[in-house]
């Protein structure tokens, strides 16, 4: 007779794609697990695009995190915070793109790679992960088969990958920063290559590598609605691009929903935050003060990888540690005390 299914156990965390504007909103919510001292408890962060880029620094921060007996980091600005708003302050789509074109026999998605490996990651490999860290799941695109590709930290060739490839891929937006090739890892020495692009084209909120494998799941979720609009082009790219707009919202909304009753069907625990969330909808008396219309502006944010001014930074951050500290103290760690303050009090969320 087979041993029964043991039931899931651990947590993930899953962050969303969305460019800057989703890398400084998780920046806000790491900022906020890390003091509930929940950064520890994690199994396993998976993220895409913007949100790789800051679990990217995450991950190769963690073996240098000062974790005090209650699970909190106390040199996190430094080693996370300090790199990701540097980025922030960085023109980096532009000069990727450019030094693509000019390079025929290189990709756009390898220079962006390069990037990555200049201002934050240098040649540091998966495999060279912390081990004692959450597992790392840095997701992408198959362009070949449509299907999603996993970078992790594991033994074989899969994990003697750059971080900064893994961080490149899951973020190489099409069709201008995209793709990333690879060597394929099951035809080694073939020259036959792996195409990839942004992990948000197949699933923007990473769910994947987490859903129905923790007790606990914990979502961020940065990426952005459609634009409603009145007028419609009639011209047939114009069309066109609607028509993926459309369809790429459907997937969204319908991954969110499937997340959301599957909360409610207590599948599993945790809770979602999204930068569209109305905080006031969380119930929480002492949530930390955040008008939905100035909200909604910052959700609205473009998402491209392009220098952001440091008061716009500082109010992403400010609002991803506001709506994680509402959706954790509302459905996690009910008896947390509140926040005193926002990390940058002076700007609030604008």
Same mark, same amino acid.
């Given at each position: 007779m087979s041993s029964p299914e043991l039931a899931p156990q651990g947590v993930g965390l899953c962050l969303s794609g969305g460019g800057y504007r989703a890398m400084l909103f998780?920046?806000?919510?790491?900022? *906020?697990?890390?003091?509930?001292?929940?950064?520890?408890?994690l199994s396993c962060v998976s993220s895409v695009s913007g949100g790789s880029i800051a679990a990217g620094v995450l991950a190769h921060a963690w073996g240098k995190l000062a974790f005090t007996a209650e699970g909190v980091a106390q040199n996190f600005a430094d080693e996370v915070i300090a790199p990701l708003r540097k980025l922030a302050s960085t023109r980096v789509d532009?000069?990727?793109?450019l030094s693509g074109m000019? @390079?025929?026999?290189?990709?756009? =998605?390898?220079?962006?790679?390069?990037?990555?490996? *200049?201002?934050?990651?240098?040649? $540091?490999?998966?495999?060279?992960?912390?081990?004692? =860290?959450?597992q790392f799941v840095f997701t992408a695109t198959n362009l070949q088969n449509g299907e999603l590709w996993w970078f992790f930290r594991q033994d074989g060739p899969s994990s003697r990958v750059a971080l900064a490839t893994a961080v490149a891929a899951s973020s190489a937006f099409p069709p201008f920063m995209s793709p990333v090739?690879?060597?394929?890892?099951? *035809?080694? =020495?073939?020259?036959? @290559?792996?195409?990839?692009?942004?992990? =948000?084209v197949y699933d923007n909120l990473g769910l994947d590598p987490v859903e129905g494998q923790y007790a606990t799941v914990l979502v961020s979720d940065a990426g952005k609605k459609m634009n409603r609009t009145g007028r419609v082009h009639r011209s047939w790219p114009l069309q066109v691009l609607r028509v993926l707009d459309i369809a790429d919202d459907q997937v969204r909304e319908l991954r969110t929903g499937a997340l959301l009753q599957s909360y409610v069907e207590k599948d599993f625990a945790g809770t979602y935050w999204g930068s569209y969330s109305d905080i006031t909808h969380?119930?929480?008396?002492?949530?930390?003060?955040?008008?939905?219309? @100035?909200?909604t502006r910052l959700a609205d944010t473009k998402t491209r990888l392009t220098a952001m001014p440091d008061e716009v930074q500082e109010h992403l951050?400010?609002?991803?540690?506001? $709506?994680c500290?509402?959706?954790? *103290?509302?459905?996690?760690?009910?008896?947390?005390?509140?926040?005193a303050a926002y990390p940058y009090p002076a700007v609030g969320v604008g």
């Amino acid at each position: 007779m087979s041993s029964p299914e043991l039931a899931p156990q651990g947590v993930g965390l899953c962050l969303s794609g969305g460019g800057y504007r989703a890398m400084l909103f998780h920046t806000g919510a790491l900022l *906020r697990l890390n003091e509930l001292g929940w950064l520890p408890k994690l199994s396993c962060v998976s993220s895409v695009s913007g949100g790789s880029i800051a679990a990217g620094v995450l991950a190769h921060a963690w073996g240098k995190l000062a974790f005090t007996a209650e699970g909190v980091a106390q040199n996190f600005a430094d080693e996370v915070i300090a790199p990701l708003r540097k980025l922030a302050s960085t023109r980096v789509d532009v000069p990727v793109i450019l030094s693509g074109m000019v @390079k025929p026999w290189r990709s756009v =998605g390898e220079e962006l790679a390069a990037a990555y490996a *200049r201002h934050l990651f240098g040649d $540091v490999l998966l495999e060279e992960l912390d081990p004692n =860290g959450p597992q790392f799941v840095f997701t992408a695109t198959n362009l070949q088969n449509g299907e999603l590709w996993w970078f992790f930290r594991q033994d074989g060739p899969s994990s003697r990958v750059a971080l900064a490839t893994a961080v490149a891929a899951s973020s190489a937006f099409p069709p201008f920063m995209s793709p990333v090739l690879i060597d394929d890892p099951l *035809r080694p =020495g073939t020259g036959e @290559k792996i195409v990839l692009s942004d992990a =948000g084209v197949y699933d923007n909120l990473g769910l994947d590598p987490v859903e129905g494998q923790y007790a606990t799941v914990l979502v961020s979720d940065a990426g952005k609605k459609m634009n409603r609009t009145g007028r419609v082009h009639r011209s047939w790219p114009l069309q066109v691009l609607r028509v993926l707009d459309i369809a790429d919202d459907q997937v969204r909304e319908l991954r969110t929903g499937a997340l959301l009753q599957s909360y409610v069907e207590k599948d599993f625990a945790g809770t979602y935050w999204g930068s569209y969330s109305d905080i006031t909808h969380f119930g929480l008396p002492d949530a930390l003060p955040a008008p939905v219309d @100035k909200t909604t502006r910052l959700a609205d944010t473009k998402t491209r990888l392009t220098a952001m001014p440091d008061e716009v930074q500082e109010h992403l951050i400010n609002w991803g540690y506001a $709506v994680c500290d509402a959706g954790m *103290r509302r459905w996690v760690t009910p008896t947390s005390p509140a926040p005193a303050a926002y990390p940058y009090p002076a700007v609030g969320v604008g």
